[in-house]
């Protein structure tokens, strides 16, 4: 095989894998503090929330939640659910995202909103 082949077969492989790299990448949010929405009560402490494949982790914040697996995603949000049944959307429409955590605790339904930025 000559160079020019060889580098032509190397540039196609690495062309061909550029989109699978680029989805393994990590994004980190950086969110305002939780707003109940029943009773709009604001709690106290600013969270992140670190996204790496289809895992989500609560970084901070006020709420005993924090590990969430991707469960469906749609063109306009993503939705992850936790191992305790806590469900978190998070909407894919711009650079401000709107945060919404939905939990039953203590068989009282409970419903969180927050807005995040890159």
Known sequence: MTSKRLSALVLLMV????PVSSYSSDFVFYCAPWKEIKN????????????????????????DTKFFE??????????FSSPSGVLLNISRESDLKEVTLWQNKNKEKLFYISTCNK
Do not use: A, E, M, V
Not at 15 to 18: N, P
Not at 70 to 79: E, G, Q, V
């Open 15 to 18: 062309l061909i894998s550029w």
């Open 40 to 63: 709009q009560t604001t709690l106290k402490n600013n969270f992140s929330i670190k996204i790496s494949n289809s895992s989500l982790s609560i970084l901070g914040g006020d709420l």
């Open 70 to 79: 991707l469960i469906y995603s749609h063109p306009s949000f993503y939705l």
